[in-house]
């Protein structure tokens, strides 16, 4: 998301740059997301705090995309999580309390929980992107904006992070993924407003489980899809016709939606019934409130180096329907992504 003068050759706003025809990109990066919060469980119209709960996620990215027509191009991508994590801390265990007849970490006792950590290969995305409209490679038809299309999809993962019968635990949601993304820019002088709004739908995913007994059981986990909108816009700074180098600043907010999801109980509570153990619980829906910027630098011709981060206020939400307990007022989400691009444009 960068631009000062509109020079020939100069990078189209970032969520609707499509590499020219027999052109491509290739690059190397690295995700994080980061959250925490407390956990809570209301006790006559107050919360009450019975945990902290950590998640964590950190991938290495390796793709690249080639333009197989004027206006179409092929994505492939690399996703390998080094970690997925989650971890708590000040927990209290779950009992249960006869008086509302389900389980309750209120009086429960302070307990220590190791944190749940996985790794491992996150599928294989492919993907096809159109741009039906383009304002830098369709100069002659005097198109006011640019629209770019994304259609990808993600093949199973090997191991997956539900999973308890393998030797070590997996990452990821184990499951085959669809996802479409729609992106619109506008150049106005130095700036480029640009709209993305993407939807992910995740199959589900076949796990064993281990049950309060030690036996294993044999689950089905319903993931859940998920919506991001984002709005904002790329001012662009610098550039040089020479040698091709550019600056760009991008400011951006949106907002993420969630749906339920059924989840292994006691995946994200540091303490459950055994009753439920050993199944899957439901978790409720999730919103989240974005703000972020970008950097991205055109070093010369053909490298540009990527960065990124985002800040989201996360909505309570309720993780397992047979408990009370949900995540508090103060959770925060840490989004941040860096890459390297080589561009052969």
């Given at each position: ?16 740059d499509l590499?020219p ?9 690295y ?20 945990g ?25 991508e ?66 006011q ?81 998920e ?46 019934l ?12 999730q ?59």
């Amino acid at each position: 998301m960068l631009h000062l003068l509109l020079i020939s050759g100069a990078l189209a706003a970032e969520p609707t740059d499509l590499p020219p025809f027999l052109r491509g990109d290739v690059y190397a990066g690295y995700r994080m997301s980061y959250q925490t919060g407390s956990l809570v469980e209301p006790v006559k119209g107050e919360e009450v705090s019975v945990g902290q709960l950590v998640t964590q996620d950190h991938r290495v990215h390796v793709g690249g995309s080639f333009g197989v027509a004027p206006i179409a191009a092929l994505t492939l991508e690399f996703p390998i999580t080094a970690k997925q994590q989650v971890g708590w801390s000040d927990a209290q265990s779950m009992a249960f309390d006869p008086t509302f007849g389900r389980g309750s970490m209120q009086s429960g006792l302070p307990i220590e929980r190791d944190p749940v950590t996985g790794s491992g290969l996150s599928g294989v995305w492919m993907g096809v992107q159109v741009a039906p409209f383009s304002e830098r490679d369709f100069t002659n038809r005097g198109n006011q904006a640019s629209w770019l299309l994304d259609l990808s999809y993600r093949t199973k993962d090997a191991t997956n992070f539900y999973d308890l019968s393998a030797a070590e635990r997996g990452a990821g949601h184990g499951a085959s993924t669809l996802r479409l993304r729609g992106a619109f820019s506008k150049e106005l002088g130095r700036s480029q407003p640009h709209l993305t709004a993407t939807y992910s739908r995740v199959g589900e995913t076949n796990a064993t489980l281990i049950a309060a007994d030690g036996t294993q059981v044999q689950a089905t986990v319903i993931n859940p899809d998920e919506l991001l909108v984002m709005s904002g816009v790329e001012v662009h700074t610098f550039a040089d016709p020479i040698s091709q180098a550019e600056f760009a600043v991008d400011f951006r907010m949106g907002f993420a939606y969630q749906s339920w999801g059924d989840m292994p109980s006691g995946l994200y509570l540091p303490s459950v019934l055994d009753s439920s153990l050993g199944g899957v619980t439901t978790m409720g829906e999730q919103t989240r409130f974005v703000g972020g910027i970008g950097i991205y630098w055109r070093l010369f011709e053909y490298l540009k180096l990527e960065l990124a981060s985002d800040v989201s206020y996360v909505m309570p939400t309720q993780l397992e329907n047979p408990y009370l307990v949900q995540t508090g007022s103060n959770t925060v989400r840490f989004d941040t992504r860096a890459d390297l691009v080589v561009m052969f444009r």
